[in-house]
């Protein structure tokens, strides 16, 4: 069992997502890449204070951006570095025009962003759901929602579309047929930089559905090499150790080694990159069990929902950042068919 490292080119900014009315950048996302992978300091997702790299590191990718309008999400950010309000000054002297979304009062007041008096501003609570640093409140960006999960969403469904290939083959390890074969792994390799936001997303879905467990350290168990690049991120990003069991496939049956590796007592999250009908996690469900370790449940960065969320048992539930449902399948292209009805 390893802790994985992964590194990462450092070069980019992971969480930008640009429309044609503004571009979005998720602040602690971008500082948990700063954390981990330039600072080192192994914080995982777990570090909250806002660092000056970080700003820069994002300013310096929307310095070159035709968008003026920006929307900067600070869910999760609880502290700050002392004088980071000079580069947000900075780039509004630029022409920017900065929204910032999910902001605590308190780290308003350490950005001394008060200063800045805006009507359309919105506190909730202890924290700006809404907070527009210029002063015009009747700019087009004041009226503008920003539904995050719903963005989010959009963007991975236009990111997918180009990597779902044509298929009308029986799947390798289920009796279904699929219409269409969706490329992961291309999908991980050309959209590299929304991938890794996409395995932090996950990360955090984890720690919200597991934050005891968690503190327990679970082992993070993944069974292919597919997913081997997923699950090294999220060992990153959550502390924990990692086991990868290859070849599991089609056929249910036990590998003469397991038991060297699967530690009884221990308790496992199955890690996958695609679930389709979840045969393969069944598989390993089955191997943790069989050698006395506890199955905690199964994530996954994309997955397909053949039943309605009322028939599924929350313990048999496979979390992921995005569903291929109802909703979308025809869009992409995607079904599952059986000899019982054509093709």
Request: hydrophobic share 45%.
């Given at each position: 069992m390893l802790r994985s490292k992964f590194q990462i080119h450092l070069a980019m900014i992971i969480s930008a997502i640009k429309t044609d009315k503004y571009t979005y950048v998720n602040i602690h996302a971008e500082e948990v890449v700063t954390s981990n992978y330039l600072e080192n300091d192994n914080s995982g997702i777990y570090g909250r204070r806002l660092q000056i790299i970080t700003l820069n590191r994002i300013f310096e990718h929307l310095d070159k951006d035709t968008q003026r309008n920006i929307i900067l999400d600070f869910n999760h950010i609880e502290r700050c570095q002392p004088n980071l309000n000079k580069t947000l000054i900075d780039l509004k002297n630029k022409g920017y025009k900065l929204a910032f979304i999910n902001l605590r009062k308190t780290v308003c007041d350490e950005l001394s962003l008060s200063t800045v008096s805006n009507t359309k501003t919105q506190l909730e609570g202890d924290v700006y759901s809404r907070f527009f640093f210029f002063e015009n409140d009747k700019d087009d960006l004041t009226e503008i929602e920003c539904d995050v999960p719903a963005l989010f969403n959009q963007t991975f469904k236009e990111k997918l579309i180009p990597f779902i290939e044509s298929h009308g083959k029986p799947h390798t390890s289920s009796y279904v047929y699929l219409t269409s074969y969706?490329?992961?792994?291309?999908?991980?390799?050309?959209?590299?930089?929304?991938?890794?936001?996409?395995?932090?997303?996950?990360a955090l879905k984890i720690e919200k559905e597991w934050s005891v467990e968690i503190d327990k350290d679970p082992i993070l168990i993944c069974q292919s090499m597919n997913s081997a690049f997923i699950v090294s991120?999220?060992?990153?990003?959550?502390?924990?150790?990692?086991?990868?069991?290859?070849?599991?496939?089609?056929?249910?049956?036990?590998?003469?080694?397991?038991?060297?590796?699967?530690?009884?007592?221990?308790?496992?999250?199955?890690?996958?990159?695609?679930?389709?009908?979840?045969?393969?996690?069944?598989?390993?469900?089955?191997?943790i069990q069989f050698i006395g370790g506890k199955y905690l449940g199964n994530v996954s960065i994309i997955k397909t929902e053949t039943l309605s969320k009322a028939d599924i048992k929350r313990e048999e539930a496979t979390i992921a950042v995005f569903s291929i449902n109802r909703s979308n399948n025809k869009?992409?292209?995607?079904?599952?068919?059986?000899?019982?009805?054509?093709?």
């Open positions: 969706v490329d992961i792994k291309k999908f991980l390799s050309y959209e590299r930089e929304f991938m890794l936001f996409a395995i932090y997303k996950l991120v999220l060992s990153n990003l959550l502390k924990l150790d990692i086991l990868i069991l290859d070849k599991i496939g089609p056929i249910n049956k036990l590998y003469t080694r397991v038991d060297k590796t699967i530690v009884a007592d221990r308790k496992y999250i199955v890690v996958s990159d695609l679930v389709c009908l979840g045969t393969e996690v069944k598989i390993v469900k089955t191997l869009e992409l292209k995607y079904s599952i068919t059986t000899d019982l009805e054509a093709l």
